[in-house]
Nanobody
């Protein structure tokens, strides 16, 4: 059974930094892994994602401030968040896609979410 264990959220002042981690287990292979966030009253949105070969993709709102990385040996994805702003406040969810054996499709898994709160 695939599980995604997130850690690293918390309360930080504006301009500060946090590092999120997500350790994935239960599969021998993970394709794209990433981070999404959902603020109160808003839809869940992509923050950043990284493919197995290291290709990254960021939301415009976090470019230049956030960095996503992964350690394939540990099946872990990280999100380094710098220069945090109050508008970054949200629940951050880890996402991982697992290939379906013998097919071109993927299973899509989510973590339970970790709260990030940025004070002004």
């Amino acid at each position: 059974q695939v599980q995604l264990q997130e850690s690293g959220g918390g309360l930080v002042q504006g301009g500060g930094s946090l590092r999120l981690s997500c350790a994935a287990s239960g599969s021998s292979s993970f394709n794209t892994m990433g981070w999404y966030r959902q603020a109160p009253g808003k839809q869940r949105e992509l923050v950043a994602r990284v493919t197995r070969d290291g290709t990254t993709n960021y939301a415009d709102s976090v470019k230049g401030r956030f960095t996503i990385s992964r350690d394939n040996a540990k099946n872990t994805v990280y999100l380094q968040m710098n220069s945090l702003k109050p508008e970054d406040t949200a629940v951050y969810y880890c996402n991982a896609r697992v290939p379906v054996p013998g097919q071109s499709t993927e299973f899509n898994y989510w973590g339970q979410g970790t709260q990030v709160t940025v004070s002004s």
